[in-house]
């Protein structure tokens, strides 16, 4: 039986809202996008179990809607207290990097707030978007040189997969992505929960929802991970969930098999399930 006794990670998407453009984002953001309301992030923080090891505030852009950054970690920190999990924010950073003293306040910020991690991209599809490199680059510096205590890690991709706009990249752009479902991952589930709540264990938010964080009780969104499909998903075994969405017609599995070994496991789901942002 699947549990989150082990604990749980979740990746919490604060606003669809994006200050950039990339060619690859799986979720096509822009500057228009929903962002989460107070009371929603009152229900999701309120109602998670206590047992958390880690929490990432991804968008879109954090700082799109900075005081809800600041609102949901403040939150957050209040209902952890002492059981405070890693606590990581993903930004592209644009906001506050461009200057040392702005860097150094900022990140001070996030550490009273409680985070742990910075999470950057440092690729050419962020530059593409309007990134500006050196400056990005600048933060981790700025962090080492004044000993700030927080962790600098930083993410490079040279491929995507083709969710959202990253359809329209180059083919030798387009990556066959295996699921990002690793074996730890029955032991200790991720959770990524889209704008409207619904929470997936698939970080393109592309398998279907097992429930939604602002409505329903955790225990009822981790007893869904015990159906055959979910956890097969959780198992990245996605050939049985090609199996059981076919549902014994033959022709039909034998399509999406067709996919998993030319595409990919996640073009597989793609072409079963419609995801959030498809
Ligand atoms: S910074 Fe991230 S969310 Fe924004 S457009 Fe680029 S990939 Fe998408
Ligand atoms: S799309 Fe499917 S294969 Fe890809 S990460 Fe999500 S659940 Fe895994």
Redesign the pocket.
């Known amino acids: 039986m699947l549990t989150i006794e082990n604990g749980y990670r979740i990746s919490i998407m604060l606003t669809e809202a994006?200050?950039?453009?990339?060619s690859?984002?799986?979720?096509?953001?822009?500057a228009k996008g929903k962002t989460l309301s107070n009371e929603e992030i009152d229900n999701l923080i309120d109602n998670l179990p206590i047992n958390c090891l880690r929490i990432s505030i991804?968008?879109?852009?954090p700082y799109m809607c900075r005081d809800k950054l600041y609102y949901i970690l403040d939150k957050i920190k209040n209902k952890f207290g002492k059981k405070m999990p890693e606590v990581r924010v993903?930004t592209?950073g644009m906001f506050f990097y461009y200057d040392d003293a702005t860097i150094i306040k900022e990140v001070q910020k996030l550490i009273g707030l409680g985070v742990s991690t910075l999470r950057l991209?440092d690729d050419e599809?962020?530059v593409r978007?309007g990134?500006n490199i050196k400056k990005l680059r600048n933060i981790e510096k700025v962090v080492q040189e004044n000993h700030l205590n927080i962790i600098v890690s930083t993410l490079f991709q040279d491929k995507a997969v083709a969710f959202?706009?990253a359809k329209e990249l180059n083919t030798n752009k387009i990556e066959k992505k295996k699921c990002l479902n690793r074996k730890e991952s029955l032991i200790i589930p991720y959770f990524y929960t889209t704008i409207d709540g619904d929470v997936s264990t698939c970080a393109w938010k592309c398998a279907p929802s097992l429930g939604n964080c602002f409505k329903d009780r955790w225990d009822d969104i981790v007893k869904n991970l015990n159906t055959p499909l979910q956890s097969a998903i959780l198992n990245s075994n996605i050939e049985e969930v090609a199996r059981l969405v076919s549902n014994g017609d033959e022709d039909r599995f034998n399509y999406l098999k067709n996919i998993l070994e030319t595409k990919g496991q996640c073009m597989a789901c793609k072409e079963m399930f419609k995801g959030k942002y498809e």
């Open positions: 994006c200050n950039l453009k990339c690859h984002c799986y979720m096509s953001a822009n991804t968008g879109g852009e993903e592209n991209s599809f962020h978007g990134l959202g706009r």
